[in-house]
């Protein structure tokens, strides 16, 4: 287990619920799962989902460019969603699916609200390496002020994407 992302050595609210194979997963294979997920569900949606050519963003939906950002929660008792990774990239949106162990919550963020909130904001790492990687940290059922005009729900993030 990475010791980071789980405060204390077990969180047994996991143990019970269909998305625990997902909790157990390696943060690397996490990111893929969230990945397949949002991009499964849009596509079920009958969103227009197509892989990106390039690295700097992870699809192309609806004739946007997405960066794809996935957390399970983390902190046992603080019930926090940590989306990493984020950078100044060549996309248009930056998605971000959590999961907890009986909802799950969407953000659809603009680059122009990354910009003004995350990047550049809440670096990942210290030092020279964390000028470039920023996270975003968002308390489950209690999201900044900032953030709640861009989803939350699943409804709410597909009618901010249908509507793009």
């Given at each position: 287990m990475n010791s980071l992302r789980r405060l204390i050595p077990e969180n047994r609210i996991w143990n019970t619920v269909p998305f625990l194979w997902v909790y157990e997963a390696s943060l690397r294979q996490q990111e893929t799962i969230g990945k397949?997920?949002?991009a499964g569900w849009c596509a079920a949606k009958g969103l227009n989902v197509q892989r990106s050519t390039d690295a700097e963003a992870d699809r192309i939906i609806e004739n946007r460019r997405v960066e794809i950002?996935?957390?399970t929660l983390w902190e046992f008792g603080f019930y926090n969603f940590k989306f990493q990774q984020l950078r100044h990239q060549?996309?248009?949106y930056a998605i971000c699916l959590g999961i907890s162990p009986?909802?799950?919550a969407c953000w659809v963020l603009s680059k122009k609200i990354l910009r003004s909130h995350v990047?550049?904001?809440t670096p990942q790492h210290?030092?020279?390496s964390g000028?470039?990687?920023?996270?975003?940290?968002v308390k489950a059922g209690?999201?900044?002020r900032w953030l709640r005009s861009c989803g939350g729900t699943l409804a709410a993030a597909y009618e901010i994407i249908r509507n793009w």
């Amino acid at each position: 287990m990475n010791s980071l992302r789980r405060l204390i050595p077990e969180n047994r609210i996991w143990n019970t619920v269909p998305f625990l194979w997902v909790y157990e997963a390696s943060l690397r294979q996490q990111e893929t799962i969230g990945k397949q997920l949002l991009a499964g569900w849009c596509a079920a949606k009958g969103l227009n989902v197509q892989r990106s050519t390039d690295a700097e963003a992870d699809r192309i939906i609806e004739n946007r460019r997405v960066e794809i950002k996935f957390s399970t929660l983390w902190e046992f008792g603080f019930y926090n969603f940590k989306f990493q990774q984020l950078r100044h990239q060549n996309y248009d949106y930056a998605i971000c699916l959590g999961i907890s162990p009986f909802d799950a919550a969407c953000w659809v963020l603009s680059k122009k609200i990354l910009r003004s909130h995350v990047l550049g904001h809440t670096p990942q790492h210290a030092g020279r390496s964390g000028k470039d990687t920023f996270w975003l940290s968002v308390k489950a059922g209690k999201p900044p002020r900032w953030l709640r005009s861009c989803g939350g729900t699943l409804a709410a993030a597909y009618e901010i994407i249908r509507n793009w």
